[in-house]
């Protein structure tokens, strides 16, 4: 199927708003009123915005689950020569959000993929932190469980660069937890929930003072945040003679039971027994006390 519209055949990769409507770029509007096709997480969801803009492509839906048993469908649209906007839930797709299979099959078949760019909650939230922004790494979402959390976060105590973090409301309290724990009560944070939104809140403070406005605070705990972390200062970098806490753990997990390791860690390098436990056993270190 072709169309007479002077919009070529490609894909459009669309950003969209993360809250207020009006957010959207006038180019994004036109584009989503003019393609045939538009692949959205939510169908249900993305309707809502399609119909505040008067657009009514064909819904095909896109997420995490199916977007590889989508490509082929989606190409076979392009081949005919229709136009195709893929969209997320909200911000700019592929951030986080599904979409990367989708645009390399489509660049690998030849096929035309132009961006509409927009909103982004990323550089949204950096714009307000009033963090360093000249160099800043984007970690999306840690892991789920707690030690492998607290591993990763270990990994990234020394960046200096400012970290940039999602985060769900059923995981911030303790995501705040092991961010006091790993990273120092000091750090600096920046907690921004709800960007754009009508309870939209911008928390910034030490580490500490973060976790404990969101503990005291229910409504804090509410919605889709960002977190945002002051780099490691450089001065306070360890130097090469310091013992690296994640190249011992994994040379004693292999010889010793995870309680005894933990409790040797705990000697040589501080922190909680709990934590490092939690971390071994994350890694796949020895069963022999469980």
Avoid at 16 to 25: A, E, F, K, R, S
Wanted: proline residues 5%.
């Amino acid at each position: 199927m072709t169309t007479d519209s002077s919009l070529p055949a490609a894909l459009y990769v669309v950003a969209t708003p993360i809250g207020h409507l009006d957010d959207i770029t006038r180019r994004a509007a036109q584009i989503l009123t003019e393609v045939d096709v538009c692949c959205c997480e939510d169908t249900r969801h993305s309707k809502r915005l399609l119909e505040h803009l008067g657009a009514r492509p064909k819904l095909v839906s896109v997420h995490e689950h199916n977007e590889r048993e989508r490509i082929d469908f989606i190409l076979s649209l392009l081949e005919q020569g229709q136009r195709v906007a893929l969209i997320s839930d909200a911000g700019t797709p592929l951030i986080s959000d599904p979409g990367f299979p989708l645009v390399r099959a489509v660049t690998q078949a030849g096929f035309d993929v132009r961006p509409v760019p927009g909103v982004s909650a990323v550089t949204a939230a950096l714009s307000v932190a009033g963090l360093p922004t000249d160099r800043w790494v984007f970690e999306g979402f840690l892991p789920a469980k707690t030690g492998q959390r607290q591993q990763r976060l270990q990994q990234l105590v020394n960046e200096t660069r400012t970290l940039v973090l999602y985060e769900s409301s059923h995981r911030i309290e303790r995501c705040l937890d092991d961010l006091v724990d790993v990273m120092g009560a000091d750090r600096p944070l920046v907690l921004a929930r709800e960007l754009t939104k009508q309870f939209e809140t911008v928390l910034r403070g030490t580490a500490a003072e973060v976790r404990e406005l969101v503990a005291q605070d229910a409504d804090q705990r509410k919605g889709e945040f960002v977190l945002m972390i002051g780099g490691a200062n450089s001065a306070d970098q360890p130097s090469q003679t310091q013992l690296d806490g994640d190249q011992l753990m994994a040379v004693l997990a292999p010889l010793m039971p995870p309680k005894q390791a933990a409790a040797t860690l705990v000697e040589l390098i501080g922190g909680r027994k709990k934590d490092w436990y939690e971390r071994i056993v994350a890694l796949g270190g020895s069963s022999a006390d469980r």
